[in-house]
């Protein structure tokens, strides 16, 4: 298991190499997906450095059981998202599938989880990923730890807020 320092460091170099390798999609203001596959591409790179054998994914929607049958990776949100001001099936993506993970391609290996929104998304949906969100991958789906990544795109930068850092304990 890695320690918070190092998981810490590669959330860290993850998104200072989408800022420094990927200006242009800060300038164009792509869809926040762009910006999540990119630096779950970088997240990798430092997560193979640990040569511990997790994996990184993004819009990861299966596991599998102890049985060896795939089931959905879901939360037990759905009267939170209602309350959204668009629905579940939105180009926007407010559906309850994680933007990047950490995690082994099993059950129970659940290392980190991140969600990522753009400066310029509502209050209510950058609030909703923190508060209930965030929360509930830990709650529901035992991952260890959780950051919220604002994509700046009036500065090109990125903000991490850890919701939950490695080594406080499952909540």
């Known amino acids: 298991m ?9 959330v860290d170099a993850a ?29 990798q790179q ?7 054998g997790w994996d990184v994914d993004c819009e990861f929607n299966r596991d599998r059981k102890d049985t060896g049958g795939d089931y959905a990776k879901q939360l037990h949100l759905i009267d939170k998202i209602n ?9 926007d993506a407010k559906t309850v599938f994680p ?29 909703f990923d923190r508060l209930h969100k965030l929360p509930a991958y830990v709650n529901q789906l035992g991952y260890q730890s959780s950051v919220f990544i604002l994509i700046d795109l009036d500065n090109i930068r990125c903000v991490a807020e850890w919701i939950k850092p490695l080594g406080y304990g499952i909540a």
């Open 2 to 10: 890695p320690t918070k320092e190092l998981l810490e460091a590669a």
């Open 15 to 43: 998104y200072c190499q989408l800022v420094k390798r990927d200006r242009p999609l800060f300038e164009r203001k792509v869809n926040e997906r762009s910006f999540s596959h990119k630096f779950a591409m970088y997240l």
């Open 46 to 52: 430092k997560v193979d450095a640990w040569k511990e």
């Open 83 to 91: 309350s959204l001001s668009t629905t579940v099936y939105d180009e």
């Open 99 to 127: 933007d990047v993970i950490i995690h082994r391609r099993g059950p129970g290996s659940n290392l980190l989880v991140a969600e990522m929104k753009k400066n310029t998304a509502s209050y209510t949906d950058i609030a």
